[in-house]
């Protein structure tokens, strides 16, 4: 039996919406950040709460939702949190150790990069938080991960905030054995699966990896 997983959609771009409805499961709490909500209903889905400040959603949208009985936790336009700083926090607080973001990607260059780093916080260490529109898949690791895929998918490794020692890589064309990639250099980028499984391990600082799939799925 799969672990408990909260679904947040965030209010991003979804350029293959039929790849992004396959990564959701039939027991996942979806979670609507204001205008990601959007990306839930085109999906053919209900969300389970809704939460932020509801400014890319018209109140008769909101009305509809509540009396089907969907929760909208609603906060002020002047807030110091973006909506979907509220929603992982809630998913967190809710206890759940896995979640997942949808739509957290594209669109504003400014906002994609809160978003990436809302991931990056060390009191989420312990919860396995994960970016993903169906085409591009992005998380943080700090120790060891594998990332299932298929031969030709590209694998970039990012290192975030300072230099990552002791990268070991298995199942990638250009491995690297106990090697050091610097946040300044571009050593870890477009590396490509030669597996349908890459594995990762490093022995200190935080490693940003960007999974892109073959389109020809």
Known sequence: ???????????GNLPDPHAARGLIRSDDFLIGADGGTRHILSLGMQPGLIIG???????????????AGVRLDVYPEDKDFTDLELALKHAVEAGYTHILIVGG?????????ANLSL???????????RMDDGVEEVFFMRKQ?????????????LPWG????????QGLRWPLQNEVLFFYKTRGVSNEMTTDQASIRIHSGLLLCVHRRTTDR
């Open 145 to 157: 991960a594998v990332i299932p895929g298929r031969t030709g998918d590209i694998v970039s490794l």
């Open 53 to 67: 400040d509801m400014d890319s959603l018209d109140e008769k949208l909101c009305r509809e939702f509540e009396t």
């Open 119 to 129: 991931l990056a916080d060390p009191t989420l260490e312990q919860v396995d938080i």
């Open 1 to 11: 039996m799969s672990e408990p997983r909260a679904v947040i959609f965030a209010n």
């Open 162 to 169: 300072g230099p990552v020692s002791g990268v070991i890589t």
């Open 105 to 113: 990607l594209g669109g504003r260059f400014d906002q994609m990069l």
